[in-house]
């Protein structure tokens, strides 16, 4: 499946109508000084900083790809690079079924059990960022970071944190018995009689494949692996987070590194997740509305916060990977129409259901 134009056009309106908001709640004047003002030197180096989670992101990758065949890194690692550039270039996330055509067309893997690998990534990507917020939260509470005059409401954060963890929960328990349980599978895919006759055998077709990709979970001593391979992933994420702040003058407004640690950890874990809902392309605007906000709520001014939050992601963290996303399509002699184009779900391609130019 692929983007239809309403897919596309409508995440633009919504990163641009979040954009525009944040605008104007801010003094551009003082927006523009903040930009002005920072130190750029240290932007080099976050970006290599990046590109070496990209690496360790193909290496936790190749983990899960482990039970389907034993494919290097180096293969890998272009392969995730066009994927997060396809994410942050086409809408609800379909850079994912991407990354998975684009290895399909690679490896002799099926490009349904990539894509349910890539959808265990996701999980553990999720879990690794609430356990950063469960880890800073409440020390940042504690030492009295948060701004008592910020209207933030309690309950409101709780019962999305709540429903979060729930969301997470249900589908890391949802992919474990598939992975583990072949009476649990079986029972799923005959509720699959549901789907009309004609299109019965290529849905539980794609059902097992998906089934296939998820055979890494099927011990608790692999869980604990996946959750070990995701720290350096976020950790070096998070590590661009805190060198840019000092280019901000983040730093200025907390009393200690190790509270800046801290608050790097919370805006990581918060700012990225709220790009896990598909809404917006590429996350831009939800990343930047709850990375300023969460700036704010621990007394950091709006227009710095804003600053600040635009450059990490689009500067930082979309432009880079996706120049490099496109060269090496361009080195593959490809392009986006040309992968969302492809037909075919035996596992060598992708079904189009729309155009994308």
């Not at 134009?5 to 003094?27: E, I, N, P, R, T």
């Not at 553990?124 to 030492?143: E, M, R, V």
């Not at 840019?244 to 509270?259: K, N, R």
Request: some cysteine; hydrophobic content about 55%; glycine content about 8%.
């Amino acid at each position: 499946m692929i983007t239809k134009k309403w897919q596309f056009w409508l995440g633009g309106a919504v990163s641009v109508a979040l954009l525009l908001l944040l605008l104007y709640q801010v003094d551009l004047g003082e927006l523009k000084n903040a930009l002005q003002d920072a130190n750029y030197s240290l932007l080099a180096p976050s970006i290599a900083i990046y590109f070496v989670a990209v690496w360790f992101r193909a290496t936790r990758w190749r983990y899960l790809l482990a039970p389907m065949g034993s494919i290097p890194v180096r293969r890998l690692y272009p392969v995730v690079i066009i994927g997060y550039m396809a994410n942050n270039l086409l809408p609800v996330r379909l850079g994912e079924v991407v990354r998975s055509y684009f290895l399909a067309r690679q490896e002799n893997i099926n490009t349904g059990s990539a894509l349910a690998t890539i959808a265990v990534e996701r999980i553990y990507d999720g879990i690794t960022l609430l356990a950063f917020a469960a880890l800073s939260a409440p020390w940042l509470l504690l030492l009295g970071e948060f701004d008592g005059t910020v209207d933030v409401s309690r309950t409101t954060g709780l019962l999305i944190l709540a429903g979060t963890v729930f969301a997470f929960s249900v589908f890391l328990a949802l992919f474990t018995l598939l992975g583990s349980s072949a009476s649990f599978a079986n029972r799923l895919e005959g509720c699959l009689n549901i789907v009309p006759p004609g299109l019965r055998p290529k849905v539980k077709e794609l059902f097992r494949t998906f089934v296939a990709g998820l055979a890494v979970l099927n011990s608790p001593g692999k869980h604990l692996a996946l959750f070990i391979y995701s720290l350096p992933v976020w950790l070096l994420e998070g590590s661009m987070y805190f060198m840019l702040a000092y280019s901000f003058g983040i730093d200025e407004h907390f009393d200690s590194v190790w509270v800046l640690i801290l608050v790097v950890l919370l805006l990581t874990a918060t700012s990225n997740l709220a790009t896990s809902i598909p809404s917006a392309i590429g996350g831009i605007g939800p990343f930047e509305v709850v990375a300023q906000k969460t700036l704010i709520a621990l007394g950091v001014g709006g227009e710095l916060a804003l600053a600040y939050s635009g450059f990490v992601h689009l500067i930082a963290l979309w432009l880079p990977v996706n120049l490099v996303g496109l060269a090496l399509l361009w080195k593959n002699d490809l392009s986006l129409r040309e992968i969302t184009a492809s037909r075919g779900t035996s596992g060598r391609a992708i079904e189009p259901t729309g155009e994308l130019s």
